[in-house]
Structure formats: C-alpha cells, structure tokens
C-alpha cells in the first residue's frame, strides 16, 4: 500500500511539474504577444480591454508551442471563439488528409491499390 501511495506522490509531483511549467512558458509568450500586438482578436476583430482581456489567447501559427521568437511572427492573438475554431479547422484538416481528401476541397484523383485483375490470367488457363 505504501509503495501504491509513493507511485501516487511521485506522478502527482510529475503533473504538478508539467503544469506548472507549461503555465510559465505560457505567461512568458502570452505576455510578449500582449505587449506587440493590439489588443484585438485577428479574427473577428473583437477588441479587448483590462476588464476582459482574460478572453485573448495567443495562438501559434504553426501550432508549436515551443516556437516563440521574440519578434512574435509565430503569434496571433486571438479571441477564444477564434482560437477554438481555428484548431477545428486544423483538426478537421488533419482527418481529411488522413482520409486521402484534400482538405482545400478540390477534387483529387484517386489511386487505386488493388489490384482486381492480377490473378486473372492463370484464372482463364485452368479453364
């Protein structure tokens, strides 16, 4: 039981480390991003103010976090409406290009991978 309680300790530290940590790139991102760019979603142009800038996320263009260069070129502030959609759209393009779409919605050809025929000349011999 002591050695289930220890495990326990030991992941929850880990959880709390990871958290922790993720909060504190956030806030060193997040604080540049407010301190360049307008206070105004890219999107849909929703401005912010004190009172509710809590709503302005900072969104990574290339959609890694760990990509922040100080000039911001990664970044875009946007609104929590926009930055959900926004990964929608990425999560739905993802799904659409492992389905073989093209996620622009232009037509593409299809390869075809069987092979239905291959067989079919030493089908016709036996006969």
């Given amino acids: 039981m002591a050695n289930d309680?220890?495990?326990?300790?030991h992941t929850d530290r880990l959880i709390a480390d990871a958290v922790r940590n993720r909060q504190s790139r956030e806030e060193g991102y997040r604080e540049r991003a407010?301190?360049?760019y307008p206070w105004i979603c890219?999107?849909?142009s929703r401005e912010f103010s004190h009172q509710n800038l809590r709503e302005l996320t900072v969104h990574h263009r290339d959609h890694n976090h760990d990509n922040n260069p100080g000039d911001g070129s990664n970044w875009e502030l946007l609104c929590l409406y926009?930055?959900?959609?926004?990964h929608s759209?990425?999560?739905d393009a993802d799904a659409a290009?492992?389905?073989?779409?093209?996620?622009s919605g232009a037509k593409t050809k299809a390869v075809a991978t069987g092979q239905p025929f291959a067989n079919?000349?030493?089908?016709?011999?036996?006969k």
């Fill in 5 to 9: 309680n220890s495990k326990s300790a």
């Fill in 34 to 36: 407010l301190k360049i």
């Fill in 42 to 44: 890219g999107r849909c």
């Fill in 82 to 86: 926009c930055h959900d959609n926004e």
């Fill in 89 to 91: 759209r990425q999560l």
């Fill in 97 to 103: 290009r492992q389905a073989g779409i093209d996620p």
């Fill in 120 to 126: 079919l000349k030493d089908l016709l011999k036996r």
